[in-house]
């Protein structure tokens, strides 16, 4: 039910602003976080950009091997998403500790998340100066992948799925919004 | 029915990744645009970050004046907003063309956009480089409010107001998803 995104597309995962998940590898060593605070930069190549606290052991990984992916959770997988946001890497390898589970994409270079309804798999675009003043990250976009429940021909359509395939949007402490129905601002 | 967030909360005006509006004035040039492109970037100070493409007039009005606005369309505007971003203002003034009324807030130093349900006055970080290359413009946040309707005590509350106040994703080509419903992740 995966399929690859057209790079041109990318965007369109992050458009509509949903909470995502931040993960990296470097050697043995892996990590994933949630972030609230991310955002397409640009269209072709895709960029896009996060906020990685200097506290966090997902950033300390991003340096070490210069690539992040970010999955895009679902409403099932709310909890998991307040977990992972409000427990550190530093003191437990969140996916061997079975909360988490990895997805295998042969062609990912990044960890992804499973039961997530999409993936950015990214490539730093290094900017120390930025990142240690803002904790302000960029990344290009090397490869895309979306749940074809939910997206498909460069779209979402999470009216056609189960509700608990809706990405969900953070507010506080916990509490996130679903995704809700369309919306007809006159387009094409 | 408009009452001021408390700074230490602007953030989570923006925290569920709405579509907002762009709006800067020099003098008395102004311009306001769509932007689904923006997200927090601190908590306190709260800072903001938003890509401006160098086409647009809005950014010429931010970097002459230092200062912009973001307001946060809901559903019953999504047919202006899909017109604020398909509309460039070096062809028109949007505001006095009567398509956008400016919201009378004697604080604010930028215009804000009336019949939007937040507001967020920001004073621009300037990062000539990272503007330069990458079209990313950050902002701190000099005051912010809300309407009371749908946001209050520092929450979103969008299930006890008429679904016409929820705030717009958009996700490509004029198509909109509103904000849903609540999902509990196990917070406070």
């Known amino acids: 039910m995966r399929h690859a995104v057209d790079l041109n597309k990318a965007y369109r995962l992050l458009n509509h602003g949903p909470t995502v998940l931040v993960s990296a590898a470097d050697g043995n060593r892996r990590n994933v976080m949630a ?12 960029k896009v950009a996060v906020v990685l606290d200097k506290s966090t052991w997902t950033r300390t990984l991003v340096e070490a091997s210069g690539r992040f992916a970010l999955s895009v959770p679902c409403v099932a ?14 003191e437990t390898d969140k996916f061997a500790s079975g909360g988490v589970q990895a997805l295998a994409e042969p062609a ?5 998340v499973a039961g997530c309804v999409a993936w950015l798999d990214c490539e730093r675009v290094a900017q120390p100066e930025q990142e240690g003043r803002f904790d302000l990250f960029l990344g290009q976009v090397s490869a895309a992948w979306a749940d074809t429940r939910v997206f498909s021909a460069g779209r979402w359509h999470f009216d056609e799925a189960p509700d608990s395939l809706r990405t969900v949007h953070h507010v506080a402490g916990g509490h996130f919004l679903a995704i809700g129905d369309a919306v007809e601002g006159g387009g094409d």
Do not use: E, I, K
């Open 35 to 46: 972030a609230a605070w991310a955002m397409p930069l640009d269209f072709d190549p895709p």
């Open 77 to 90: 997988q709310a909890r998991l998403v307040h977990w992972l946001g409000t427990h550190s890497g530093h």
């Open 108 to 112: 990912a270079r990044s960890p992804l």
